[in-house]
């Protein structure tokens, strides 16, 4: 499926130059000319990514992604900006940016970059589980967006769980996911189980003789 952009930019050739480019790159693209109208698109669609410049009518872009974050929006975004100054790349960032490029654009660059913030942020690659999330990519379990170091085969085996939620998980399929063609161990899977306990106490159901399921509806 394609990725949508909203472009941000008050200069209405320059948006149709990179809207016409992003366009032939596989995205599509819905352009602003200005703050308001940007809020309007932003509630009615959802985005992938934010491109915003910063030098604006009515509001800055700095303000209007500040406006979009106070209201629950999560989308990622870019500041393209002619703006060269330490302050404004330190207010972009703290207002949520998650990157920050200065014109004029190498097209090239812009294309990686975008890429990059997508797929950090994609939720192809996050599963969410009430305050906790997987992040498939980095294989961490997180919990408000930290880190619980629980190991790499513990995180192996509740990803396994939550794929398979409501549905009974073997031993067989636990053994082959965490060791492959290892030794299985049982003694280290009721280890780990007791690990995955401490977090979804109410979730984890063992199936005497066969595996575990996981609930999700009791996260």
Same mark, same amino acid.
């Given at each position: 499926?394609?990725?949508?952009?909203l472009?941000?930019? &008050?200069?209405r050739?320059?948006s149709e130059?990179?809207?016409?480019?992003?366009?032939?790159?596989?995205?599509? @693209?819905?352009?602003a000319? &200005?703050?308001?109208?940007?809020?309007?698109?932003?509630?009615?669609?959802d985005y992938?990514?934010?491109l915003?410049?910063i *030098?604006?009518?009515f509001? *800055?872009?700095?303000?209007?992604?500040?406006?979009?974050?106070?209201?629950?929006?999560? !989308?990622p975004t870019i500041?393209i !900006?002619?703006?060269? &100054?330490?302050?404004?790349? +330190?207010?972009?960032?703290?207002a949520g940016?998650d990157?920050y490029?200065?014109?004029?654009?190498?097209?090239?660059e812009?294309?990686v970059?975008?890429n990059?913030? +997508?797929?950090?942020?994609s !939720?192809?690659n996050k599963i969410s589980?009430?305050e906790?999330?997987?992040?498939?990519e980095?294989?961490e379990i997180?919990? *408000?967006?930290?880190?619980?170091k629980?190991?790499?085969r513990?995180?192996l085996?509740?990803?396994?769980?939550?794929?398979n939620?409501d549905?009974?998980?073997?031993?067989?399929?636990?053994y082959?996911?965490l060791w492959?063609?290892?030794?299985?161990n049982?003694?280290t899977?009721?280890?780990y189980m007791?690990?995955l306990?401490k +977090?979804?106490? *109410?979730?984890?159901?063992?199936v005497r003789?066969?595996g575990y +399921?996981?609930?999700k509806?009791r @996260?």
């Amino acid at each position: 499926m394609p990725q949508r952009i909203l472009l941000l930019e &008050d200069d209405r050739l320059y948006s149709e130059t990179l809207k016409d480019f992003l366009e032939d790159e596989g995205f599509i @693209v819905d352009v602003a000319l &200005d703050p308001y109208s940007a809020y309007d698109l932003a509630y009615e669609k959802d985005y992938n990514l934010y491109l915003f410049d910063i *030098n604006l009518p009515f509001e *800055n872009g700095i303000e209007a992604l500040k406006s979009l974050k106070e209201s629950g929006d999560k !989308t990622p975004t870019i500041f393209i !900006t002619s703006r060269d &100054d330490k302050e404004s790349l +330190i207010d972009g960032f703290k207002a949520g940016a998650d990157d920050y490029i200065k014109k004029p654009v190498d097209l090239d660059e812009l294309i990686v970059r975008i890429n990059a913030v +997508i797929k950090r942020n994609s !939720t192809d690659n996050k599963i969410s589980l009430g305050e906790y999330s997987l992040d498939l990519e980095a294989k961490e379990i997180l919990h *408000n967006d930290k880190s619980l170091k629980l190991g790499y085969r513990v995180f192996l085996l509740l990803e396994l769980l939550v794929k398979n939620s409501d549905k009974a998980v073997s031993y067989e399929d636990i053994y082959e996911t965490l060791w492959g063609k290892e030794e299985p161990n049982l003694a280290t899977i009721r280890v780990y189980m007791v690990k995955l306990k401490k +977090i979804f106490p *109410n979730a984890i159901e063992a199936v005497r003789g066969y595996g575990y +399921i996981f609930h999700k509806d009791r @996260v």
